[in-house]
């Protein structure tokens, strides 16, 4: 009778588990695949206390670790991590571009993946986001994130930000926008972004041309389009890639001379962006030296300091004559690197400003 009883206790348990293995089973299979690629930044930061918001160490803390922080983003996607590197980013460089592009390339190749979140510094953050913007070949999301606070400090935003940036990425109406920033509850373009104030959280703004959508309870609203072309429709490729062209950015300001442009030409620079005072204005000292430059085959981009605004073809300088390209609206560290994909391309100034205005 007790041997009866036993067996009968021991199916139902057995039953009970199989029931709620099918049931984990099925909730899991409806969540979307989301791998999430770390490469430091303060996301990944700790400081000496909880009020410690400057002078932190940025790029301390694993992708375990943010992942266990977080363990609500388990009941939105199913995640997976990956630490491709642990930097801070203003350490960034073309390398760790091609390498994190490729990556980025390889795991959305993959059915199984359906987005994928990349937690980075916020310093560069609008730049590698513009890159991948441009050379990722896929229509699936990729959102970037990062935080403006250390995980250790009151009202950390990276905890709320990735959450947010998981849900973004595992969302169907993120599908075929480009590359997005997730931060402070907003989603951006990765070609209008920009990091706005040093240490606030609300920093990452598009200032005119502004926000696409918000994210609310981990939902995502938008409210615009993206109008340049991105992803899957750019004409970049950096399969094969192993390097990009050296290419600077020469700063404008009042009596400023040719030094700078001089010693970036002498240094290797196949192209060079001058961030111009006001509507890309060449100052008289600079203007010879980038002549010059043109003259020995660096292809030149007149672009601005100012942050918002069109720099107009044969404004302020006669580019038709100078054989100048002009940057449309680009900001001249995001000019960078439209020229620097431009220039595995082609070096001919006509096609190179068809690019300007389609990307
Ligand atoms: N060192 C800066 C960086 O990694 C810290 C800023 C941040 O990540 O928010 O971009």
Redesign the pocket.
């Known amino acids: 009778m007790l041997f009866h009883k036993s067996v009968r206790a021991t199916s139902a348990l057995f039953g009970f588990l199989f029931l709620l293995m099918t049931v984990v089973q099925a909730q899991t299979a409806k969540l979307p695949n989301v791998t999430i690629l770390a490469t ?4 990944a ?1 700790t400081g000496a206390t909880s009020t410690t918001t400057v002078g932190y160490t ?2 301390t803390v694993g992708v375990q670790a943010l992942i266990q922080a977080v363990p609500e983003i388990t009941k939105v996607a199913n995640i997976t991590g990956e630490q491709v590197f642990q ?4 350490n960034m460089g073309n390398e760790h571009w091609l390498q994190l592009a490729k990556r980025v390339n390889v795991l959305l190749a993959q059915p199984n993946v359906d987005g994928i979140v990349v937690t ?6 609008e730049e590698t986001a513009y890159f991948l913007n441009l050379v990722v070949k896929s229509k699936k999301p990729v959102v970037m994130v ?3 606070r250390p995980s250790t400090a009151l009202s950390a935003d990276g905890p709320i930000n990735l959450y947010n940036a998981v849900s973004l990425a595992g969302s169907q109406a993120a599908i075929g926008k480009g590359v997005l920033v997730a931060m402070n509850d907003q989603i951006h373009a990765a070609r209008d972004v920009t990091k706005s104030n040093t240490t606030t959280a609300d920093t990452f703004r598009a200032a005119e041309l502004g926000m696409i959508g918000y994210i609310q309870g981990g939902k995502p609203f938008f409210y615009r389009e993206v109008t340049r072309k991105h992803t899957v429709d750019t004409e970049f490729d950096i399969a094969k890639l192993d390097a990009l062209p050296q290419v600077d950015v020469a700063y404008a300001y009042a009596n400023v001379g040719a030094v700078a442009v001089n010693a970036l030409v002498a240094a290797g620079a196949k192209g060079l962006v001058h961030a111009g005072v006001g509507n890309g204005s060449l100052p008289a000292k600079t203007k010879p030296a980038l002549v010059a430059a043109r003259e020995k085959g660096v292809v030149i981009v007149r672009s601005s300091r100012v942050g918002q605004g069109i720099v107009a073809r044969n404004g302020e300088a006669n580019d038709d004559q100078l054989d100048f390209v002009v940057a449309d609206t680009l900001s001249p560290q995001k000019a960078r690197i439209l020229l620097m994909l431009a220039l595995t391309r082609t070096s001919n100034t006509k096609d190179i400003q068809r690019m300007f205005y389609t990307y």
């Open positions: 430091g930044g303060t996301i930061g940025a790029a930097i801070a980013s203003e980075h510094g916020t310093d560069t953050l990062g935080s403006m």
